[in-house]
């Protein structure tokens, strides 16, 4: 029995890192240019170049832990003239959407958004109970984008390639994968 039992649960740990891994996408049929000036159209927060060669979108949540995995890899892997703007979404726990408010509402966005991240293992930012109705079309512009781009976790990532092709990720990426994305090229 315990042999069956040993690959029973050697079946299920590969299951569940498949599960976590990420994705390619294939991105939504039409102009890439018209989905990037959509990505642009967003509201999103900045981080890294001010003026980059290559622009990462990430859809991020405040609660998911594999966006924190994302950015702490991000503030290594990011080559210097990469920007990654951040579109903040709420699907993980009920207090994202109050998180993502504190975080969008603050006097320096950029700066609660790191704030949090840094403080991940201490809860991160704390949610706000209320928000303004801007707020509340910004989270939900976000999350309709993302869904349109059948990202339906977090984190997802869209960029376009240096053959403009637009690149859609879904999940963290593994060390290769990342450096593909945003590193020194």
Known sequence: MSVVRGIALGLLALVA?????????????????????RMDRAKWIAAGAKSAQRVVYVFTDPDCPYCNDLWKAMQTARAPDVQIRYLLVAVI????????AAILEAKDPAAALEKTERNYEHGGIA?????????????????????ALHIFGTPGLVYMDEHNQVKV?????????????????
């Open 169 to 185: 990720y879904a999940g963290m990426p593994d060390e290769k994968q990342l450096q593909a994305i945003v590193g020194k090229r």
């Open 127 to 147: 949610p706000k109970t209320d928000m303004l109705a801007e707020t509340k079309e910004t989270i939900s512009f976000n999350g309709d984008l993302m869904a």
């Open 93 to 100: 726990d009920a207090d994202s959407k109050g998180k993502d």
């Open 17 to 37: 890192n498949i599960s976590v891994a990420g994705t390619w996408i294939a991105p939504p049929a039409g102009s890439p240019a018209g989905l990037m000036q």
